[in-house]
């Protein structure tokens, strides 16, 4: 075959197979800045040292170059282009460097491109500084820096290198270490479907603007620890085999890890991102902690996968776990956080917490995007959770939605969990007190409440988050407050027990569904006793039963005068037996006006005959006909309502 190299200017061969004399013509014309297209030349390392000679700067000692077209050269010995300046572009599409490529410190002012080059060797571009869009693009030239398609067989070298424009290393193999320390990226770069065989490092590299590693794969260790991202940082599909460490890293922008697989350890700890973060349909195969890390946005773990015995830690303003399935063991330590559990696949147990103190790595992680917010945990829903497997503690349920989920009777409720309370105070427009009693609710009875039609009956209930969310009706939230109040019970957490068995009693009686005498039943239960938990409410009932009783007594129930017996007989003659009879008066109504009824004594004794009723007793006093009827009835109805006082009150100090 014959020579591929391109002919030298004015002259009838490439610079390898031209005379001695034309060669030397050729340099000697060469001035810094100069133009050079040498295409297909095979350069030796005297060759090309010649070359870079005839083009060096007198005033810095570095080669300087103009346009420089070297597309499918070969260079055969080291090629050193250290410290050389291309004021042009710089074209080396094809190019085979099968010894070791220096490029340390060179300086590219124009557009740099690398498209389909092979590095057999080690390949340095330490310090170097594209100033112009760097690309490594198969595609037409777009003035990008690209090294599309380049392959790096050995190690690849780019610490401290500068892109001051957009970068691209669209579909490069690395098959060894690939070196990125300190590198900054002034614009976008690309890193699409990249392979990386071994080792890639990022630690402290600066992506002033987006960053795009989507479906790129790393078979080593992928370090970015310190490194800063200040635009979109997009690792959608990206598979990490080895382990993934972002150690300090921050985020200012978005990031995204969609699809991501991770086969190791993650490290993320002391991350920290501004905005929202994603790891939806992410798999985590083997790691055992993810986190701590601080986020101004939303954690998004919808669809993820864990494999392994997992703690997640973060402090963000919200997390979503929508469809995230748990095949081991996991603990979800968060701070300030809004948790959504929906549709969560839980095969071992989760448990939930909420952590009081600021996350540690080797410091105190700050949480300045979170300033001013509540560091409590907030559970919002739990539709479609198998709760079997799910132990909370110190999380704030009052905006919680448990409808949908199941085996709610064995959810755990640890620790200083809250639940929502009824609204307080007086109701509009009205002088009466609120009937509703303080006590612990669901938050779907706050949505079904807010959504009655009566506006007074809706006051002060918290409506859906949503308008057009339908409420649950009467039968379905009675059904929920009995599987809570079942956990509960089961925890020992008797008074919140209480308060949710008084929500399924009021779901009950609201429940058109149910018969009208149970349903009559049940608002006698509850007007009376709150049923059986309110102990004020029957203890007014029974002040109130007993002063209509002792009023009773006094106007109609007590004679005038107790009736006092007389005993009469005839004796007939001595010896014989004699007859006595012993007549006992009947009570005389009281009579004359009212106020003359009510003494001292006679208080007295109305009274004694009301405390003697109440614990179901006869005080023996003499009544008249209407005091015998209203001793009757308070003996029946005054000690029912003290067993339900004494009931509320055990209901409150049960443990």
């Known amino acids: 075959m014959g020579c591929r190299g391109r002919r030298i200017p004015d002259r009838t061969a490439c610079l390898v197979h031209a005379s001695e004399p034309d060669h030397a013509a050729y340099l000697t014309a060469l001035t810094p800045g100069a133009d050079v297209d040498h295409r297909g030349t095979s350069f030796t390392t005297e060759l090309l040292d010649r070359l870079l000679h005839a083009l060096r700067d007198p005033a810095t000692g570095h080669p300087r170059l103009g346009e420089a077209w070297f597309d499918g050269a070969t260079f055969t010995d080291p090629a050193l282009f250290n410290d050389a300046v291309f004021t042009g572009i710089a074209r080396f599409g094809a190019a085979a460097f099968t010894r070791a490529a220096s490029f340390s410190g060179a300086a590219f002012t124009g557009e740099a491109w690398f498209s389909d080059v092979a590095f057999a060797d080690v390949a340095s571009f330490d310090r170097a500084a594209f100033m112009g869009i760097a690309s490594f693009h198969r595609s037409a030239f777009n003035g990008d820096t690209s090294f599309f398609g380049a392959a790096f067989t050995g190690k690849a070298w780019f610490n401290r ?104 350890e993650v490290w993320f700890e002391g991350a920290a991102f501004a905005r929202d973060t994603s790891f939806d349909k992410a798999r985590f195969e083997a790691a055992a902690r993810l986190g701590p890390l601080v986020c101004g946005g939303t954690v998004v773990l919808d669809g993820a996968e864990f494999g392994e015995p997992v703690t997640v830690e973060a402090a963000a303003r919200a997390v979503t776990c929508d469809r995230t399935r748990w095949s081991s063991v996991a603990t979800l330590r968060l701070r300030h956080a809004e948790l959504d559990l929906s549709n969560a696949v839980l095969e071992y147990p989760l448990t939930v917490a909420a952590r009081t103190t600021p996350f540690l790595s080797s410091d105190p992680l700050p949480e300045t995007p979170l300033s001013g917010r509540d560091p409590g945990v907030r559970l919002t829903s739990v539709d479609g959770v198998d709760a079997a497997h799910l132990v909370l503690h110190d999380i704030d349920l009052s905006s919680c939605r448990f409808a949908g989920a199941v085996h709610l009777d064995q959810l755990r409720v640890d620790g200083w969990c809250t639940f929502a309370t009824t609204p307080t105070g007086l109701r509009r427009h009205r002088i009466l007190p609120n009937w509703w009693s303080l006590r612990s609710t669901l938050a779907e009875e706050h949505h079904w409440r807010a959504q009655r039609p009566h506006p007074t009956a809706a006051q002060g209930w918290t409506p859906p988050p949503q308008e057009d969310t339908p409420a649950l009706k009467p039968a379905a939230l009675a059904a929920l407050y009995r599987q809570v109040r079942k956990s509960l019970e089961d925890g020992k957490n008797e008074p919140d027990a209480a308060d949710f068995y008084y929500g399924e009693m009021e779901m009950r009686r609201h429940d058109t569904t149910r018969s009208r ?65 012993t007549h006992t008066p009947d009570p005389v109504n009281p009579t004359g006006p009212w106020p003359e009824r009510i003494t001292t004594k006679r208080f007295e004794k109305a009274l004694r005959v009301v405390i003697n009723s109440v614990v179901f007793r006869s005080s023996g006093q003499d009544l008249t006909t209407a005091g015998t009827y209203t001793e009757m009835a308070s003996r029946l109805a005054e000690p029912v309502l003290l067993g339900l006082a004494v009931l509320a009150i055990r209901s409150r100090v049960k443990r």
Do not use: I
């Open 161 to 264: 290198a500068t892109f001051t424009r957009d970068a691209s290393f669209d579909g490069v193999t690395f098959a060894d270490d690939a070196w990125f320390d300190g590198a900054t990226f002034t614009h976008d770069a690309f890193f699409h479907e990249v392979a990386f065989m071994s080792n890639a490092w990022f630690n402290t590299v600066t992506f002033p603007s987006e960053a795009w590693f989507h479906g790129a794969a790393f078979a080593g260790d992928a370090l970015f620890d310190g490194s800063v991202f200040t635009g979109v940082a997009c690792f959608n599909e990206a598979v990490f085999t080895g382990a993934a460490r972002f150690y300090r890293s921050a985020f200012t922008d978005v990031a995204r890890f969609n699809g991501a697989a991770f086969a190791r």
């Open 517 to 581: 005498g149970e349903r009559a039943l049940l608002t006698l239960y509850w007007a009376l006793s709150g049923y059986g938990l309110r102990a004020s409410r029957a203890l007014a009932w029974l002040l109130g039963a007993m002063t209509v009783t002792l009023l009773a007594l006094l106007l109609w129930g007590l004679p005038v005068d107790d009736p006092k017996p007389t005993t009469t007989g005839r004796q007939v003659a001595v010896g014989q037996e004699v007859n006595w009879t």
